[in-house]
């Protein structure tokens, strides 16, 4: 059963991924260019970048991988203590729209098993000037919570807003979203909870992208963006989990490092 479960996580991702890239590809006007890599034990993914004409640098990026933690890791995942032993599959996402207008927007969803299994992930956004539509954002997926569990927004909610926090310059990242792991509950309800939310984004970033690739922005706009930008880049290189466990588990660099923002500027 958790074969057949894995493998529906897996092709919902992948599945995800296809709709993603085709949906910025026709906004943009730009296909992505896809690299296929290996993982050092079993197992590994597909890369998609774009440097395009909207968005400035994106990533969309799918691996189902396999192998064994390390002493180290094994002290801190779930099911491990006897088996070290994992596999996992999911879909990580981050766009850096041209547009100072447009939020960086960022998602990933995954399944991991190992002699447990569950599943994680999360949604936000890093606006640079205000964005209007952020009340109808954060809206949007307190609903999508509130269907899964009326317990769960404001928990999901709180560990965003705890995550995505820079406490060398105690300030957030950007203006938050949801963040969750270790959804092990009911395998059906958990799942269907993974599907709205991948849904949700996809439809968030095409209306996002339509709404705002054309308003006009000033050098002054970009400035800010740069700046807000050096923020994003200092917190996935010295707090982001996902790129301490892709590093740590012999993940691909450039799709680990694919958040990375294009440019950037400190004062």
């Known amino acids: 059963m958790k074969d057949q479960n894995f493998n529906k996580a897996k092709n919902w991702f992948e599945n995800l991924r296809n709709q993603l890239i085709k949906t910025v590809s026709d906004i943009d006007g730009l296909e992505f260019a896809e690299t296929e890599w290996k993982h050092r034990h079993e197992g590994g993914g597909t890369m998609a970048k774009i440097k395009g004409k909207v968005i400035e640098k994106g990533g969309i990026n799918v691996s189902t991988v396999s192998g064994k933690f390390n002493a180290e890791?094994?002290?801190?995942i779930p099911g491990t203590k006897?088996?070290?032993?994992?596999q996992a599959t999911g879909i990580s996402v981050v766009l850096h729209p041209l547009s100072p207008k447009i939020p960086s927007m960022h998602f990933n969803t995954r399944f991991l098993m190992t002699t447990e299994n569950w599943f994680g992930g999360g949604m936000d956004i890093t606006p640079c000037l205000e964005f209007n539509p952020l009340d109808e954002y954060h809206d949007g997926?307190?609903?999508?919570?509130?269907?899964?569990?009326?317990?769960?927004?404001?928990?999901?909610?709180?560990?965003?807003d705890d995550y995505f926090y820079l406490p060398h310059r105690n300030e957030p990242r950007g203006a938050g979203g949801i963040f969750f792991d270790y959804l092990k509950n009911n395998w059906d309800n958990d799942f269907e909870f993974i599907i709205e939310i991948g849904k949700y984004f996809h439809d968030f970033v095409k209306k996002t992208l339509l709404d705002f690739k054309n308003e006009k922005w000033s050098d002054s706009d970009k400035n800010k963006q740069l700046i807000k930008r050096s923020r994003y880049a200092e917190f996935n290189l010295l707090h982001d989990r996902g790129t301490k466990f892709g590093l740590e588990t012999g993940g691909n660099i450039d799709a680990i490092l694919m958040s990375m923002p294009p440019l950037a500027k400190w004062d």
């Open 141 to 160: 997926l307190k609903n999508i919570c509130n269907k899964y569990n009326a317990n769960k927004y404001k928990e999901f909610k709180k560990w965003c």
């Open 82 to 86: 006897t088996d070290p032993r994992y």
């Open 73 to 76: 890791m094994q002290a801190r």
